[in-house]
């Protein structure tokens, strides 16, 4: 059973050293004397859609008993079926930590809910957005020492627990939310769950946080849906021309809306000002486009330049994104495979390039429109490129040049 850091006040066995530190976290250490060391061995999980079952299934196998419970009897059955955890039971012993995965328009009733119902427990959320979460509670007057934020950096453009995946987490950024009033140790069991599900924390104030998922996840979800409504009155012929960057630019705008109308409403101001910045710069392109018109001749000074810039500035902003755990990116190279539409052939694909000792960093699949054919496209690092593409030749693959 996996043991973590609490704090005094909290059951457990007093440390007798200091405490361990985490790969990528610097830890808050406790002085000895008043840091204990306790089980995080019974999880109780409010809220079993997708971010809610995805805990349950990736904290299952470590140890954790795991508890659910959900307002509708559909979501929670079904997670528990799903191998998340069991159903709660009115004759549980209270759970060390709750996790409540609510929609973040109750998050915050639930969370206090939760705080009063068990007045030993941490409790913790996972909603997308924070400082109003912490505004809420505090209205209402909840124990706050007991009360850290979280907020798990990886999703799913769909809900419900059908979509729950326990790898979900693995290697992305949790990021912990502390109030100025949450006890050190259930900090650590917070960041602890985080660590459990396989995530990298990150701490940071709920306005801070606030501020960068304007930019990294809410404006990014406005521009996809904003692209993806464009195509609502296309002709059927020139949809049917969509190709990869088409679906880059807009999985997410598949999303659930009220999921979506909650956050940014939740995120109003932040998300705001980096929209106007953006459709300042929308207008410059307009502009741009319009001294040229239809006339490519045309001589229109600065407005090659602004369309440069546009594609320059995306490439800088384009290479900050950091690369898989969060390492500094890499410019992968791609080896593209034609293969057979067929059961089993892009196993067999993978299990080649395995063969040949190359990792596949990223995995692209398309169908070819009108005719019985999938182009892999399987990402390496640089130095890989041509030796896997010499050696699945040799093993009789169609690999394009
Ligand atoms: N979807 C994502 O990609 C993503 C990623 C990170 C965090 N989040 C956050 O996770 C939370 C859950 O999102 P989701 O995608 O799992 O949504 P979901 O719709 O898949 O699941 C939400 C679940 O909450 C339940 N619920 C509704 N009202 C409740 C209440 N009063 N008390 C307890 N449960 C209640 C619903 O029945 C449903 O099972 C949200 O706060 C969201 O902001 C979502
Ligand atoms: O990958 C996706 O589908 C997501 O939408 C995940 C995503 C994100 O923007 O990264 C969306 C909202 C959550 O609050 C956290 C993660």
């Known amino acids: 059973m996996p043991r973590h850091v609490v704090a005094a006040g909290d059951a457990g066995q007093p440390v007798r050293g200091p405490l361990p530190r985490t790969r990528g976290r610097q830890r808050t250490h406790l002085p000895v ?98 400082r109003v979460i912490a505004h809420e509670l505090a209205e209402a007057g909840a124990d706050a020492s007991r009360y850290v934020g979280g907020h798990p950096m990886a999703g799913r453009e769909r809900s419900g627990a059908i979509s729950g995946r326990s790898d979900l ?41 606030d501020a960068a998922v304007a930019a990294v996840s809410h404006v990014p979800q406005v521009a996809a849906s904003l692209v993806a409504s464009r195509l609502r009155e296309l002709p059927t012929e020139s949809v049917a021309l969509a190709g990869q960057g088409l679906r880059d630019v807009t999985r997410i705008a598949a999303s659930d809306p009220a999921l979506w109308t909650q956050i940014l409403v939740g995120n109003a101001s932040a998300v705001r000002d980096i929209l106007a910045e953006l459709a300042r710069d929308l207008g410059g392109v307009v502009a741009a486009l319009d001294a040229i018109g239809d006339n490519p001749d045309a001589l229109a000074p600065g407005a090659r330049g602004v369309l440069a810039a546009l594609v320059a500035d995306g490439n800088a902003g384009h290479a900050r994104i950091p690369g898989k755990h969060g390492l500094t990116a890499v410019a992968y190279g791609v080896v593209t495979v034609v293969v057979a539409d067929e059961p089993g052939t892009v196993a067999r694909l993978l299990h080649d390039i395995g063969a040949e000792g190359v990792n596949m ?32 030749r040799r093993r009789g693959w169609n690999v394009r040049d």
Request: with cysteine; hydrophobic share 45%; aromatic share 2%.
């Open 169 to 209: 987490f693995q290697g992305r950024p949790w990021v912990v939310v502390p109030t100025s009033n949450s006890h050190p140790g259930r900090v650590e069991q917070v960041c602890a769950l985080a660590e459990l599900a396989g995530a990298v924390v990150t701490r940071m104030e709920a306005a801070e946080h």
């Open 361 to 392: 960093e990223d995995l692209h699949i398309e169908h070819e429109v009108g005719r019985q054919v999938g182009i892999v496209q399987v990402s390496v690092v640089p130095q890989a490129v041509e030796p896997l593409i010499e050696a699945l």
């Open 33 to 130: 004397e008043v840091a204990y060391v306790a089980a995080l061995s019974r999880v109780r999980i409010v809220g079993t859609g997708l971010i809610g079952t995805s805990i349950g299934l990736a904290i299952r196998d470590r140890g954790v008993e795991v508890s659910l419970s959900d307002p509708s009897p559909t979501a929670v059955a079904l997670a528990a079926d799903l191998g998340a955890g069991r159903l709660a039971t009115d004759d549980d012993p209270a759970p060390e930590l709750i996790v409540v995965a609510a929609p973040p328009d109750v998050t915050g009733d639930v969370v206090a809910q939760q705080l009063t119902r068990f007045p030993q427990a941490t409790v913790t959320d996972v909603a997308s957005v924070k």
